[in-house]
Structures are given as structure tokens and as C-alpha cells.
């Protein structure tokens, strides 16, 4: 099993609350992943970094921001959430990409706004 | 449109019964395909990994086949147990960016009956 993790695992939250989702890896990759996924559906990243103080938004907007500032952890945080926020997130890392790169993914964290 | 698409939606098979998943995919230019398998609420967790070159490649009782002429993967199961209940997810990369973009299907997810 890969060494990337996530906290809180499930959360249940009011409207408008700010939440940090934690992730972080014990390999030393510098690129990592956030992807959300609903249920049934496929999964849409979101942000994703090259490493230290470099990160990037991915193909699904998203009202969410990302920080790098250690290697090993990269964290989502929602400024104010709401009921659309409701999703799985899923936090990946690599230690390179293009070509045939693994990507290790964390258990993810069941977000609930309600 | 780069697509992946997954079928059939759901299986239902009995214990100790082999089946096969299919892919096909629009992606292009191609990279790599993988087979990933996320049970439930957890993160997926990768077991085959095909470049083009590749047309057959096995991890156990798994067995993924491509054909990239086609546009086309299958992943075989073989001697199903209980423990592969769960989603199993096509993805493709592309070479066409840096970031070796991965292009998610939407799973079939499968289930094993004692």
C-alpha cells in the first residue's frame, strides 16, 4: 500500500465553514493531485503540483486553493463551503510524470456540506 | 474529444467465475493506459500499466489486453473472489502535454456473489 495519506477520512459540515483537507506523502515525490469524485462518475483533477511553491489548477474548476510549501504535504482548503462542495477528494502523488509514471493515491476524504 | 469509455456499467458474477471488462478510448496522441482497481471508499490503486507497444500484461489473476489500433483494452479476471468486488477504473494518458494528462472512465463496478 502506498505511503500517502489523508485526514480527515469523512467530515460533515455546515454551510459556509472554512475546511482544510490534509494529504501527505512519505515516498518523496515532488508531484502531487487533487481529484474529485462523485459518486458513479469519473474522477477530475482539480489542482496539481510540480513541487515546492509550484502548483497549478487542473480541468475542473474549482472554488478550492492548494498550498506546496513542504514536499510532503499538500493541503485543500475551502474559504466558505457549500452543499456543491459535497464530493469524494482524492489526494495522488508521483515522483515524475509523462510516460508510463505511477500515481499513488491516498483513501480519500467524504466531504458533506449541509 | 478525448474520452474513455467503460462497459458494461455493473457485472454481477458468482465466485470462482472469470470476466472481462472493457475500454475503449479516444484519446490521443496515446501514452500509456492503466487498469486501476477502488474499493469502496478508498483510493484506487493501480494494476496493470500498457504503452503502446505492449499488448498483453498480466498482475495475478489479471490479465489487460490493448489494441491500440482499435482504440480498444479488456481486463480479464480470472477465478474471481470475493475480495474483487469493487470499481475498476480505465485510464489513459496522453503524450500530447508535459503533465502526461490522464483521462478517467467511469468504472465498472463489479460485484462477487458467494
Known amino acids: 500500500e502506498a505511503d500517502i495519506y489523508q485526514t480527515p477520512r469523512y467530515l460533515v459540515i455546515g454551510t459556509g465553514k472554512k475546511i482544510t483537507l490534509e494529504c501527505s506523502q512519505t515516498?518523496?515525490?515532488?508531484?502531487m493531485y487533487w481529484y474529485q469524485q462523485d459518486p458513479g462518475m469519473e474522477l477530475h483533477l482539480i489542482h496539481y503540483?510540480?513541487?515546492?511553491?509550484?502548483?497549478e489548477k487542473g480541468d475542473l474548476s474549482s472554488e478550492s486553493t492548494v498550498s506546496r510549501i513542504r514536499t510532503e504535504h499538500f493541503p485543500l482548503t475551502l474559504e466558505s463551503a457549500r452543499p456543491s462542495h459535497t464530493s469524494q477528494y482524492l489526494c495522488?502523488?508521483?515522483?515524475?510524470?509523462?510516460?508510463?509514471?505511477?500515481?499513488?493515491f491516498g483513501p480519500g476524504t467524504r466531504l458533506t456540506v449541509t | 474529444k478525448n474520452q474513455v469509455e467503460q462497459s458494461p456499467q455493473s457485472l454481477i458474477i458468482l465466485e470462482g467465475k472469470n470476466c472481462t471488462l472493457q475500454?475503449?478510448?479516444?484519446?490521443?496522441?496515446?501514452?500509456?493506459l492503466r487498469w486501476y482497481k477502488q474499493d469502496t471508499g478508498r483510493g484506487p490503486v493501480s494494476l496493470t500499466i500498457?504503452?503502446?507497444?505492449?499488448n498483453t500484461k498480466s498482475n495475478g489473476r489479471y490479465t489487460a489486453t490493448l489494441d491500440a489500433d482499435t482504440k480498444q483494452s479488456s481486463l480479464h479476471i480470472t477465478a474471481s473472489q470475493l475480495s474483487d468486488s469493487a470499481s475498476y477504473i480505465c485510464?489513459?494518458?496522453?503524450?500530447?502535454?508535459?503533465?502526461?494528462?490522464?483521462?478517467f472512465g467511469r468504472g465498472t463496478q463489479l460485484t462477487v456473489w458467494p
Open positions: 515516498m518523496g515525490h515532488d508531484k
Open positions: 503540483s510540480y513541487g515546492v511553491n509550484s502548483t
Open positions: 475500454c475503449n478510448y479516444t484519446v490521443s496522441p496515446f501514452s500509456n
Open positions: 485510464v489513459v494518458s496522453d503524450r500530447g502535454s508535459t503533465l502526461g494528462r490522464l483521462y
Open positions: 500498457m504503452t503502446f507497444s505492449e
Open positions: 495522488a502523488s508521483s515522483d515524475r510524470w509523462g510516460g508510463p509514471y505511477e500515481q499513488y
